[in-house]
């Protein structure tokens, strides 16, 4: 498995087990997602209590604990932000700066490419700015990376888009025993 990480934060923003693209320009993912519904039972013992003892019985506590959303932010725990249009401009522009600095040090011939696609981008953004929710790691680190997410044209189904050079990957083996199940809506 790869995990693509905040260069700045080093926050999980997602990971390869979801479908992915890279835009027609190169300079972003769209990054595929889903609404979820996780169910599980909570062990109340944990926190040193008896239901018997204490005459709760079944009926008045099940320990059953749902959860909904996105996949994407619930599996990577990625934090809700909350921009007026002129502060995205704001973080934008300094993120965007930052990015070059980065960029100039670590891959020099990206430099050129990546911010003249990215002022075009930007440019989207912006004038469909109402369009998006904006998601960043859980650090909420507000110098790192923000996922842009939308709905297709269906309404129904969401995707990230995630600048591409703001993230480096990481390979990650996994124990599969770890892994939860998880239903759809």
């Known amino acids: 498995m790869i995990i693509f990480k905040d260069i700045v ?7 390869d087990i979801y479908k992915m693209i890279e835009t027609d ?11 979820i519904t996780r169910t599980g039972k909570v062990d109340e013992s944990v926190y040193g209590g008896n239901a018997s003892a204490e005459g709760m019985g079944d009926e008045e ?10 996949d994407i932010v619930l599996n990577h725990n990625l934090q809700t932000m909350v921009f007026s249009k002129n502060n995205y401009k704001d973080y934008i522009k300094e993120y965007m700066r930052n990015l070059k ?9 990206r430099v050129d490419p990546f911010m003249s696609g990215a002022k075009l981008k930007v440019v989207k953004i912006l004038a469909n700015f109402k369009d998006y929710e904006f998601y960043a790691g859980k650090s909420m ?3 790192g990376t923000v996922g842009l997410l939308n709905y297709r044209e269906d309404g ?7 600048f591409k050079d703001g993230l480096e990957l990481e390979k990650c ?8 199940v998880y239903t759809c809506d």
């Open 9 to 15: 934060s080093g926050d999980e923003m997602f990971s």
């Open 101 to 109: 600095k980065k960029l100039e040090a670590t891959n020099p011939s």
């Open 173 to 180: 083996v996994c124990n599969l025993h770890l892994y939860r």
């Open 61 to 70: 506590s099940s320990g059953d604990l749902t959860e909904s959303g996105i």
């Open 141 to 143: 680190d507000c110098m």
């Open 156 to 162: 129904i189904t969401p995707y990230f888009i995630f």
């Open 25 to 35: 320009d190169g300079l972003c993912y769209e990054v595929e997602a889903k609404r």
